[in-house]
Every structure is written in C-alpha cells, then in structure tokens.
Nanobody, 123 residues
C-alpha cells in the first residue's frame, strides 16, 4: 500500500495548513492511520491517529485543540487540519497506515509510510 502526502509548505505563525494522505494499491483495508512528525535534529513523534472503523481520534498534547484529523473512507484519504500553527510545529510530517492487504496467500498485515512533507512555520 502506497501513501502519498501533500499540503505541506511555509506559513507564518498563527496560520493554517491542511495535510492530506492518500492510500492506494491492491485490495486492502485500513485499520488506522497516523501522522508523525520529525522536527530538525529530533526524533520522530506521534502527532495524531484515527481509526477507520469507529473513527476515534487521539492527539498529542502539544497539538490538542489546534489540529483536527478527518478521513474520507471512500477515497482512502486522511486529512490533518492544522490551525494556530507555531514555530515549534516545524517538522517533516509523515503519514503512516496499517491494515490488511489481500495477496494470493490471503489477507496479510501491512504497515506503510509516506515519503514525508515539510511544514515550516515562521515566527
């Protein structure tokens, strides 16, 4: 399963961006999708996650109230609306998904990563 992110860019503090992550490939079903980010010189951290079944969401404390996850099941696409951006939100944002993919041997677990999209927030 391939994941393609889009929507990153340069924005001033207080501004907004919307990231998208589209999943494609052979017959598959998604259990959950997540956004991670890796600030310069730091480790990758989990930002937000959404389950595809019930649609429940979880957010890191640092983004609660500012970031909102949503999904379009028909398009296998997840969105991250980022408002009130801060310079500390500057990072490469990565999409992650796990689920089942149908192979000739039957359903098989998959876990995929996107290539990342840069978000830069200027002060």
């Amino acid at each position: 399963v391939q994941l393609v992110e889009s929507g990153g860019g340069l924005v001033q503090a207080g501004g907004s961006l919307r990231l998208s992550c589209a999943a494609s490939g052979s017959t598959f079903s998604i259990n959950a999708m997540r956004w991670y980010r890796q600030p310069p010189g730091k480790q990758r951290e989990l930002v937000a996650a959404i389950t595809y079944g019930g649609g429940s969401t979880n957010y890191a404390d640092s983004v609660k109230g500012r970031f909102t996850l949503s999904r379009d099941n028909a398009k296998n696409t997840m969105y991250l609306q980022m408002n009130s951006l801060k310079p500390e939100d500057t990072a490469v944002y990565y999409c992650n998904a796990d689920g089942k993919i149908l192979t000739m041997w039957g359903p098989t677990d998959f876990r995929s990563w996107g290539q990342g999209t840069q978000v830069t927030v200027s002060s």
